[in-house]
């Protein structure tokens, strides 16, 4: 195994996530259990080229939190983030509303200078990782790109037009994942998720349209899910009718869903044999329990690393409590 091989032999958790919501889980997972232990996939649906570089923005947020130098306040980038270089391209009439601090910067340059050179995603990544002494394997869902792209009422936005540049303000009608059935699955998920070493896969509470479908969606991950012998538990995103973070109630009724803890039950149902919701909606519990899914009641908002870290561990007991399909 050289030093940017992916080893998946100690591998327990596989931990499906987007961006900030996501990460927060999954750093309370990292911090609970062993970084060896877990296997933390990414969307890359939000990926995209800007000043010429291939930018990962949920890849980039899950390192930055496992390595703990997110900027606490944004969730997103660099802590301690320095910004010369934006409002220099800014002064000069460049494109700035897409705001990548100097220290970002420096992520960017190199993912992009080592895939010009032949690097896959994957290793790109996981050199990355070790260089900010990430234990965890964190891996893109594919090497092949995934696109996802926005239908709104007048026109169909790339991700990060309408999630940065226009706030999330036009109407989504549609979601497309580009790329997402011809891309290849990573070989090391299929690998983990037939083994006999999986205990459980944890959908994160990242929003089920914009992070987590991306990554269902590509090849035959869903059905590989719904088939693993390792149970699949989520953490619902939603607290009533509001989202920890993001637009998730906003597209959600945009596209016709009941903006609750049940619809995210019924999306998932074929893939689902448990599901974490907020004591605030238990009155769902027999619902969602009626749909075949396991449910765990708590308090699923995660303010402070101590909350993440007694929700990651809530997760880890209740997904060791369902019994293997
Ligand atoms: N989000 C914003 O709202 N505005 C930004 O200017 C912005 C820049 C940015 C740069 C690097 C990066 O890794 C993430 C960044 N994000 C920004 C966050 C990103 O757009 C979203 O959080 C994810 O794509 C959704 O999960």
């Given at each position: 195994m050289n030093t940017v091989g992916i080893d998946?032999?100690?591998?327990r958790y596989l931990v499906v996530s987007g961006g900030v919501g996501g990460a927060k889980l999954a750093l309370g997972m990292y911090l609970e259990l062993s970084g060896e232990e877990l296997l933390v996939v990414g969307n890359v649906g939000d990926d995209f080229r800007h000043w010429g570089l291939h930018i990962s923005p949920d890849l980039d947020t899950l390192m930055y939190t496992l390595a703990g130098v997110a900027d606490p306040d944004r969730g997103w980038g660099r802590a301690e983030e320095s910004w010369t270089v934006l409002e220099t391209l800014s002064d000069l009439?460049?494109?700035?509303w897409f705001r990548l601090g100097d220290r970002d910067l420096a992520i960017h340059l190199e993912r992009t200078v080592r895939i010009n050179d032949g690097e896959t995603l994957s290793t790109v990544t996981r050199r990355l990782c070790q260089a900010f002494g990430v234990t965890a394997t964190l891996v893109p869902p594919t090497n092949s790109a995934v696109r996802t792209m926005v239908e709104t009422t007048d026109r169909t936005l790339s991700f990060q037009e309408y999630?940065?540049?226009?706030?999330?303000e036009p109407t989504v009608t549609r979601l497309q994942y580009q790329g997402a059935s011809q891309a290849k699955l990573l070989p090391e998920i299929g690998e983990l998720l037939t083994g006999p070493e999986l205990t459980a896969v944890i959908l994160t509470p990242s929003n089920p349209y914009l992070s987590l479908d991306p990554i269902l969606e590509i090849a035959d991950l869903r059905q590989r899910l719904a088939t693993s012998p390792a149970p699949v538990v989520a953490v619902s995103p939603l607290i009533q009718s509001r989202a920890f973070k993001g637009p998730t109630a906003k597209i959600m009724m945009e596209l016709g869903f009941e903006v609750s803890t049940l619809t995210i039950a019924q999306h998932y149902s074929d893939v689902l044999d448990g599901i974490v919701i907020d004591s605030a909606d238990h009155e769902l519990s027999n619902a969602i329990e009626n749909l075949g899914i396991k449910v765990w009641i708590t308090?699923?908002?995660?303010?402070?690393e101590q909350e993440k870290r007694r929700l990651a561990a809530e997760v880890i007991s209740f997904s060791e409590t369902i019994a293997r399909k």
């Open positions: 998946i032999t100690d591998c009439g460049g494109i700035d999630f940065v540049r226009e706030r999330c308090d699923t908002d995660m303010a402070n």
